[in-house]
C-alpha cells in the first residue's frame, strides 16, 4: 500500500524504486494525473533470461544471458545477434518498415524505399523479397503477397480484399539465395487502417413494409 505522502512524491516520476523487505523492486509505468489516479505496474525481479511485467518476455540473445527487467535491454550480444536488445538474428532482414499509401476501403499500397539490412552478419545473401500482412488484433494469421520483387528493386505492391475500417500491421519478409524465408515476430512492421465507408443514399435500397424494412447494400460494400 502507497501512503499519500509517498504518492505525493512520486506524483511526477515516470520511474521510480523503493526498498521492500530488504530487496529493491522496480516500480514502472507509473501513469499519473492525480494521486487518486495511481497507477503502479511493479515486480521484484525474474529468473535469468526474463523481463517485463510478470516476467513474461524472454530476453535476446544477450551475452550475460539476462537483461534490463524493465527495458529488456542487452550489455553484448551473443551468437552475432545485434540490436540494443540483440533481438536481431544474424540473418538478411530489413532496417525499417515498409511504407504505405494510397490506403482505401479495400485495397492498399506498400513500397520498400529502404534496403538497409538491419543485421550484416549473415551468411546466405538476400535474393527477392515479397510482403506479409495481417489484422493487429491478436492470434490473426499472417498472409503473404503473391508478388515477389528482385532484392535492392523497388517495387509497388498492392494488397486487396481488406476490410474497411479494420487496423492492419505489414512487413517484408526477404527470402535468400537458397530460397529460404527469413521470419522472425521482431521484424520492422508497419500499421495502417482502412477506410470507414461513409454511406449515402446512393449507396442503398429500401423496401418498407407493415411491420418492417429491407435495406440492400449496392456492390461496393461487397469486399
Known amino acids: 500500500m502507497v501512503s499519500s505522502k509517498f504518492a505525493k512524491k512520486m506524483e511526477h516520476k515516470s520511474i521510480v524504486r523503493v526498498p521492500l523487505d530488504g530487496k529493491i523492486p522496480l516500480v514502472s509505468l507509473v501513469e499519473v494525473n492525480t494521486v487518486s489516479q495511481l497507477t503502479l505496474n511493479y515486480f521484484l525481479g525474474c529468473d535469468s533470461g526474463f523481463n517485463g511485467i510478470n516476467c513474461k518476455k524472454r530476453c535476446g540473445h544477450c551475452s550475460k544471458h539476462s537483461c534490463d527487467l524493465v527495458s529488456g535491454k542487452c550489455d553484448s550480444c551473443s551468437d552475432n545477434y545485434v540490436g540494443a536488445k540483440c533481438d536481431i538474428p544474424p540473418v538478411p532482414v530489413f532496417s525499417e518498415p515498409p511504407v504505405m499509401s494510397d490506403i482505401e476501403y479495400s485495397e492498399a499500397t ?21 510482403v506479409e500482412y495481417r489484422k493487429a488484433r491478436e492470434n490473426s494469421e499472417w498472409m503473404a503477397s503473391d508478388q515477389r520483387n528482385p532484392f535492392n ?11 474497411p475500417n479494420t487496423e492492419y500491421i505489414v512487413r517484408s519478409v526477404i527470402t535468400t539465395i537458397d530460397k529460404k524465408p527469413i521470419i522472425d515476430e521482431n521484424l520492422p512492421h508497419a500499421a495502417f487502417t482502412t477506410k470507414c465507408y461513409e454511406i449515402t443514399d446512393h449507396d442503398f435500397i429500401s423496401s418498407t413494409y407493415n411491420t418492417s424494412i429491407r435495406v440492400t447494400f449496392n456492390s461496393k460494400f461487397q469486399v
Open 110 to 130: 506498400v513500397k520498400v524505399k529502404n534496403f538497409e539490412l538491419a543485421n550484416k552478419n549473415y551468411k546466405d545473401p538476400p535474393d527477392v523479397y515479397y
Open 153 to 163: 528493386k523497388s517495387a509497388i505492391i498492392i494488397l486487396q480484399h481488406l476490410e
